[in-house]
Nanobody, 128 residues
Framework: QLQLAESGGGLVQPGGSVILACTSSGRTLDVLGIGWFRQVPGKERESLAC????????NYADSVKGRFTISRHDAENTVYLLLKSLQPEDTGVYYC?????????????????????WGQGTQVTVST
């Protein structure tokens, strides 16, 4: 059974950076399309970024384009999300998700076609 786990969240000052990691068990990440999402209380879960398997295509929501970077290191079985220039409105629980098709959409957000597994989430709080 595919399971995902996020790590790396915490308290960050405005303007700061943090890197989140997503790892898997039950199946390696190299064949999976991976997406990062953010959940804020009272709002729908927001798709932020995706990366495909094999050809490493990426797609970003306009709200994070230029500030967040998704990357994958298959040898480490890890997909990263680098968050830079963080603002208080970036506060939320960050989730990674997997699409076992391995593909993503590069023309729309949300950029995963399907979600076959979710991680448990990691909290990022941007505050002084």
């Amino acid at each position: 059974q595919l399971q995902l786990a996020e790590s790396g969240g915490g308290l960050v000052q405005p303007g700061g950076s943090v890197i989140l990691a997503c790892t898997s068990s039950g199946r390696t990440l190299d064949v999976l399309g991976i997406g990062w999402f953010r959940q804020v209380p009272g709002k729908e879960r927001e798709s932020l970024a995706c990366i495909s398997s094999r050809d490493y295509r990426t797609n970003y929501a306009d709200s994070v384009k230029g500030r967040f970077t998704i990357s994958r290191h298959d040898a480490e079985n890890t997909v990263y999300l680098l968050l830079k220039s963080l603002q208080p409105e970036d506060t939320g629980v960050y989730y990674c998700a997997a699409d076992t098709s391995g593909t993503i959409s590069t023309s729309r957000i949300p950029c995963l076609f399907d979600v076959d597994a979710w991680g448990q989430g990691t909290q990022v709080t941007v505050s002084t």
